[in-house]
């Protein structure tokens, strides 16, 4: 099936003015829940479930988190939305492909070198994007996070990061489009199938190197020493035979004072992973009530459920993307002459914005429903009272926010509010 047998996609079709107005309008979207959720944190109610367990002064110094991150969001949302109908109005992106031809030309290359000129393109987009989000990042951790006693980052380590991460990002990133952009000029017309197949094999790599090679490039992982917590969660993993082969502390107090803790590994060669930040916190006994939440994501198959809904998503994706590479119109619509299809791609990430805001949303309610179910799980062993109180300080200690805007959670938020966990937790069956 080529592009031009597809009745939906016509020829006059004015892809640019639907991209904008599509963009606008979930932008527009977004700042109205963003509104909301503003309203809300200036409310300084607390709910009469919570009032035994949260006093007015923790619930205002949340509320001062929550009110500044979301004064925030207001303006690097306007500037990023901004930013974005600037470089679709005036053709920027045509002016960084050819920029980057200009770049391989003087290299020696001739402009034959699509892959080449992609690849730089990419890296140009991503230099500038980095440049652009420069001041708003370091805004967010050295005066936001700073002031509400998270950021823990010196100047030192946030460059550090910072070049580590672009050094990865283009060893990883530079190979991958290659790759990517190779299988769609070898497959032809059903390259959708082998480009999911090939990104399927690299997610399973990444999951298998993040942990052992990534992530030590930027903390450190330290065995849980012997003593009684180690025992306490020895027991748990033992009672519900989870496969628990390593039980890890990192190092997140090295870049803030947020606290969490996960688990990782296939199969028959789990590792638990503990903050730092957590261990100081919480009591053991509280600890091991979060762990067993954890362990409930790991026996509902949790993981295994949004790797494949990921699965699905990207092959639809890489379905429809393969309808639209070769739709000249689209290309026209932004001022290209040429159909690479690194730009095909982009220009169909656009296109696809309104469904993955969709998505998104559809994803974060899956999520929510899996969070209801790993805090049922640790109830059932018994749990309940230490998860509990467990939420309870974790939210306190991240400035969680107590009463968020209806609208605003159901929208964005991946987990549910404190307050419907501990209702849940709290029903009896
Ligand atoms: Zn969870």
Redesign the pocket.
């Known amino acids: 099936m080529t592009a031009s047998d597809v009745p939906v996609l016509a020829d006059g079709t004015p892809y640019k003015e639907y991209v904008l107005a599509f963009s606008w309008a979930v932008y527009l979207w977004a700042t109205y829940l963003n509104y909301r959720q503003h309203v809300a944190l200036r409310n300084p109610y607390i709910p009469p479930s919570m009032s035994k367990v949260i006093d007015q002064k923790e619930s205002d110094k949340a509320r001062a988190y929550g009110l500044d991150k979301s004064r925030f969001s207001f303006f690097t949302d306007a500037f990023e939305q901004l930013q974005n109908t600037a470089f679709i109005h005036w053709d920027i992106l045509p002016l960084f492909w050819n920029w980057a031809g200009q770049v391989i030309i003087r290299a020696g290359y001739g402009l034959e070198y699509e892959i080449t000129q992609s690849i730089v393109f990419v890296a140009l987009m991503s230099i500038s994007g980095m440049i652009f989000n420069l001041p708003f990042s370091i805004y967010r951790t050295f005066v936001i996070e700073q002031r509400h006693g998270f950021n823990k980052t010196t100047p030192k380590l946030f460059v550090m990061d910072m070049i580590k991460e672009t050094t990865l990002s283009a060893v990883i990133g530079i190979p991958l489009i290659a790759a990517f952009l190779k299988i769609i000029d070898w497959a032809g017309q059903d390259f959708y199938f082998y480009v999911w197949v090939f990104m399927l094999v690299v997610q399973l790599v990444m999951i298998l190197i993040f942990p052992t090679l990534i992530q030590p490039l930027f903390n450190t992982f330290t065995p849980l020493p012997e003593g009684s917590l180690r025992d306490k969660i020895n027991a748990l993993a033992t009672r519900i035979n989870f496969p628990l082969k390593k039980l890890f502390v990192i190092d997140g107090s090295k870049r803030s004072a947020h606290s969490n803790a996960y688990f990782y590994g296939f199969f028959g060669n789990k590792r638990i992973v503990l903050y730092d930040t957590l261990l100081e916190q919480s009591t053991e006994d509280e600890v091991c009530g979060v762990l067993a939440?954890?362990l409930g994501?790991w026996q509902y198959n949790h993981v295994l459920h949004s790797l494949v809904i990921v699965q699905l998503h990207l092959f639809s994706l890489f379905y429809l993307f393969s309808v639209f590479v070769n739709h000249v119109p689209l290309y026209r619509s932004f001022g290209f002459m040429t159909q690479p299809p690194l730009i095909g791609f982009t220009l169909f990430q656009y296109v696809i914005l309104p469904v993955e805001t969709i998505i998104q949303f559809l994803m974060n309610m899956v999520s929510r429903r899996?969070?209801f179910q790993?805090d049922a799980f640790a109830k059932g062993l018994g749990y309940a009272a230490l998860l509990k109180s467990a939420l309870i300080k974790l939210h306190v200690e991240n400035k969680g926010t107590l009463n968020p805007d209806k609208w605003y959670s159901a929208w964005h938020y991946s987990?549910p509010p404190l307050v419907e966990r501990l209702e849940a937790i709290g029903k009896t069956e």
């Open positions: 939440h954890e994501h899996n969070e790993a987990h």
